[in-house]
């Protein structure tokens, strides 16, 4: 592989791809984060993967291969390599001719999986390059197939159930299914369906007993979409079957109950957290997906602007203080704080957790699981922490004063503190504090900052397309121009890829609010949150929806979605925007 000279923005600027000042920005998230140069450049949306996959293979001098182009897939013999590699290293066999194998592979630079293949395959290889994500779709579709919508048309789950019922039509379901037996059909019905929302990329499931059916929904992106609706009869035997998998007690209806499955999915350990909980029809029941990989995925992956990076990973680095991340149920607080940990986690650094649950298990990290039923509270492991020297401690929720106390000691005592709160924007976490009945001069003192944020979806980049003709209701509210929005706003068309929804992934829009003197002064003061709100604005902070501004003019998102997400009063805005 004879490599160009050219740097891989250069080639991109060479051939009209991306200007010079794309590239610095992209150039300047890469060394602030660590990544490299393409993530960077599809990250921030200037780039698609398939581009920066075209220009790497320019630049080692390789071929680039289209895997999606028609007639590709019957050039691909997975025969070739064992499973176990096509699968750790993502690569795709195309032909052996003697001791020469030609190999698709998407990441040029991993010189030393070259050399591990050629010594396990025995072989010389011939590498082609091709987009990851072109790799993953091709495998995950069993081989060039693309991925089912959302809602297909066949059910899976019903064939399973059908299977099920035809052995007891007028039977007890209670009595006459077996929930235990691996080759239950119930059984294969529950691991189809916790199999089946992992491949879809939820993030929950949602079983929920109706009046005259068990109605299941996968939460995908953040938005519940409906996958099918189960007989009545089913409900019994589906929710003891699920209920048995996390360990719970199946004769006990009447209170709610939470228990954890482990399953092996396309050989990636998955946790589930499961919740019941007694309703009118019936219990219902909710299965939390927990992936390893997702509080790994890195800081600008989490949607981080690189001067709100910048500030982030300046506060993180500090000896002490207290910094809290805020914002509803669902929007991301945790994976913000783990991916801050596992930043900081290195042997010279002492970080002890206090969780309630413990939901991912950190190598390095000491992490203490809060069980009130026998004392062990956020307040009894605070206070056990502090004679354990630690230098990082990760307080899972704020809750009470007792609990932010002993928080804002250790904080004054030398060390940092992250936690979270239940506020919604990041100058409330001041007076949340407070009202919770802390002295504001504590609060004052130990706080050096606040990051409030939601989770947006982001346009699907397989049918992104200029919008032509954008909502300008939601233009106003977003605080975008006609002049800004001119040719720059995008939206997803709909395809499998995002099964037609035009949106796939999401990522973060954030609002920092570095403590000044002058905040300090105001928190001390009692001053109300719209004084904190303007100090914090004139000291630089950028608002959600500012933040959101930036996603929508980059491309990433759009106007509806972040007018959804913050939460803004959108008859009010709109009709005082016309007056």
Same mark, same amino acid.
């Given at each position: 592989?004879?490599?160009?000279?050219?740097?891989?923005?250069?080639?991109?600027?060479?051939?009209?791809?991306?200007?010079?000042?794309?590239?610095?920005?992209?150039?300047?998230?890469?060394?602030?984060?660590?990544?490299?140069?393409?993530?960077?450049?599809?990250?921030?949306?200037?780039?698609?993967?398939?581009?920066?996959?075209?220009?790497?293979?320019? $630049?080692?001098?390789?071929?680039?291969?289209?895997?999606?182009?028609?007639?590709?897939?019957?050039?691909?013999?997975?025969?070739?390599?064992?499973?176990?590699?096509?699968?750790?290293?993502?690569?795709?066999?195309?032909?052996?001719?003697?001791?020469?194998?030609?190999?698709?592979?998407?990441?040029?630079?991993?010189?030393?999986?070259?050399?591990?293949?050629?010594?396990?395959?025995?072989?010389?290889?011939?590498?082609?390059?091709?987009?990851?994500?072109?790799?993953?779709?091709?495998?995950?579709?069993?081989?060039?197939?693309?991925?089912?919508?959302?809602?297909?048309?066949?059910?899976?789950?019903?064939?399973?159930?059908?299977?099920?019922?035809?052995?007891?039509?007028?039977?007890?379901?209670?009595?006459?299914?077996?929930?235990?037996?691996?080759?239950?059909? =119930?059984?294969?019905?529950?691991?189809?369906?916790?199999?089946?929302?992992?491949?879809?990329?939820?993030?929950?499931?949602?079983?929920?007993?109706?009046?005259?059916?068990?109605?299941?929904?996968?939460?995908?992106?953040?938005?519940?979409?409906?996958?099918?609706?189960?007989?009545?009869?089913?409900?019994?035997?589906?929710?003891?079957?699920?209920?048995?998998?996390?360990?719970?007690?199946?004769?006990?209806?009447?209170?709610?109950?939470?228990?954890?499955?482990?399953?092996?999915?396309?050989?990636?350990?998955?946790?589930?957290?499961?919740?019941?909980?007694?309703?009118?029809?019936?219990?219902?029941?909710?299965?939390?997906?927990?992936?390893?990989?997702?509080?790994?995925?890195?800081?600008?992956?989490?949607?981080?602007?690189?001067?709100?990076?910048?500030?982030?990973?300046?506060?993180?680095?500090?000896?002490?203080?207290?910094?809290?991340?805020?914002?509803?149920?669902?929007?991301?607080?945790?994976?913000?704080?783990?991916?801050?940990?596992?930043?900081?986690?290195?042997?010279?650094?002492?970080?002890?957790?206090?969780?309630?649950?413990?939901?991912?298990?950190?190598?390095?990290?000491? $992490?203490?699981?809060?069980?009130?039923?026998?004392?062990?509270?956020?307040?009894?492991?605070?206070?056990?922490?502090?004679? $354990?020297?630690?230098?990082?401690?990760?307080?899972?929720?704020?809750?009470?004063?007792?609990?932010?106390? =002993?928080?804002?000691?250790?904080?004054?005592?030398?060390?940092?503190?992250?936690?979270?709160?239940?506020?919604?924007?990041?100058?409330?976490? =001041?007076?949340?504090?407070?009202?919770?009945?802390?002295?504001?001069?504590?609060?004052?003192?130990?706080?050096?900052?606040?990051?409030?944020?939601?989770?947006?979806?982001?346009?699907?980049?397989?049918?992104?397309?200029?919008?032509?003709?954008?909502?300008?209701?939601?233009?106003?509210?977003?605080?975008?121009?006609?002049?800004?929005?001119?040719?720059?706003?995008?939206?997803?068309?709909?395809?499998?890829?995002?099964?037609?929804?035009?949106?796939?992934?999401?990522?973060?829009?954030?609002?920092?609010?570095?403590?000044?003197?002058?905040?300090?002064?105001?928190?001390?003061?009692?001053?109300?949150?719209?004084?904190?709100?303007?100090?914090?604005?004139?000291?630089?902070?950028?608002?959600?929806?500012?933040?959101?501004?930036?996603?929508?003019?980059?491309?990433?998102?759009?106007?509806?979605?972040?007018?959804?997400?913050? $939460?803004?009063?959108?008859?009010?805005?709109?009709?005082?925007?016309?007056?």
């Amino acid at each position: 592989m004879a490599r160009s000279k050219k740097k891989l923005g250069e080639i991109l600027v060479g051939w009209g791809l991306l200007n010079s000042a794309q590239a610095d920005k992209a150039a300047q998230v890469a060394k602030a984060s660590g990544k490299r140069m393409g993530e960077a450049l599809v990250e921030l949306g200037f780039v698609t993967e398939d581009q920066v996959s075209k220009a790497l293979a320019h $630049q080692f001098g390789m071929e680039y291969v289209d895997i999606a182009a028609q007639g590709m897939s019957s050039k691909i013999d997975l025969k070739l390599v064992p499973d176990d590699l096509v699968k750790k290293f993502l690569i795709l066999p195309m032909s052996k001719n003697g001791g020469r194998l030609q190999l698709v592979i998407h990441d040029p630079m991993d010189l030393e999986m070259l050399d591990m293949l050629r010594f396990r395959l025995n072989v010389e290889i011939e590498p082609k390059l091709a987009a990851r994500s072109q790799i993953k779709q091709f495998l995950d579709g069993g081989g060039g197939k693309k991925d089912k919508a959302i809602a297909p048309t066949e059910s899976l789950i019903s064939e399973s159930m059908d299977r099920t019922v035809d052995r007891s039509v007028d039977r007890s379901m209670d009595k006459s299914i077996d929930i235990a037996s691996e080759d239950a059909p =119930i059984v294969r019905l529950c691991n189809r369906i916790l199999t089946e929302a992992v491949n879809m990329r939820a993030s929950d499931i949602h079983i929920e007993p109706m009046a005259d059916r068990v109605r299941l929904r996968y939460r995908i992106d953040g938005v519940c979409i409906e996958r099918d609706n189960l007989p009545s009869r089913m409900q019994n035997a589906l929710l003891s079957r699920v209920k048995l998998m996390s360990s719970m007690n199946i004769a006990e209806k009447r209170v709610p109950q939470d228990g954890r499955i482990k399953l092996p999915v396309n050989d990636v350990q998955i946790d589930f957290r499961v919740s019941a909980c007694p309703a009118y029809h019936g219990e219902s029941v909710v299965l939390r997906i927990l992936r390893p990989e997702s509080v790994r995925i890195g800081l600008v992956n989490i949607g981080f602007e690189p001067d709100t990076l910048a500030a982030f990973n300046k506060i993180i680095r500090r000896p002490n203080g207290i910094f809290l991340v805020t914002g509803p149920t669902g929007s991301g607080k945790t994976t913000t704080l783990y991916s801050a940990l596992d930043t900081l986690n290195r042997p010279d650094k002492k970080i002890i957790t206090a969780e309630d649950p413990v939901e991912y298990n950190f190598t390095g990290i000491n $992490q203490c699981q809060v069980r009130e039923n026998i004392g062990l509270t956020f307040s009894a492991i605070l206070k056990s922490m502090l004679r $354990q020297a630690p230098n990082i401690i990760l307080v899972g929720e704020i809750r009470d004063k007792e609990v932010a106390e =002993i928080a804002i000691q250790a904080a004054l005592t030398g060390h940092l503190v992250f936690s979270t709160l239940h506020t919604n924007d990041a100058p409330s976490a =001041i007076t949340r504090l407070v009202d919770m009945g802390v002295k504001p001069f504590l609060v004052a003192s130990s706080i050096q900052a606040v990051l409030a944020q939601r989770l947006i979806r982001i346009i699907c980049k397989q049918c992104k397309v200029p919008d032509p003709e954008p909502d300008h209701k939601y233009l106003n509210l977003t605080g975008i121009t006609p002049e800004e929005a001119d040719g720059k706003i995008m939206k997803g068309a709909g395809c499998d890829n995002c099964a037609r929804t035009g949106y796939r992934g999401r990522q973060g829009i954030f609002e920092m609010m570095v403590m000044t003197a002058a905040i300090r002064d105001l928190a001390f003061k009692l001053a109300p949150v719209s004084e904190l709100r303007r100090a914090a604005l004139h000291a630089g902070m950028r608002p959600l929806v500012g933040d959101g501004k930036i996603k929508i003019l980059s491309g990433r998102s759009t106007p509806d979605e972040i007018a959804r997400s913050t $939460q803004v009063d959108l008859d009010n805005i709109s009709s005082g925007a016309a007056a």
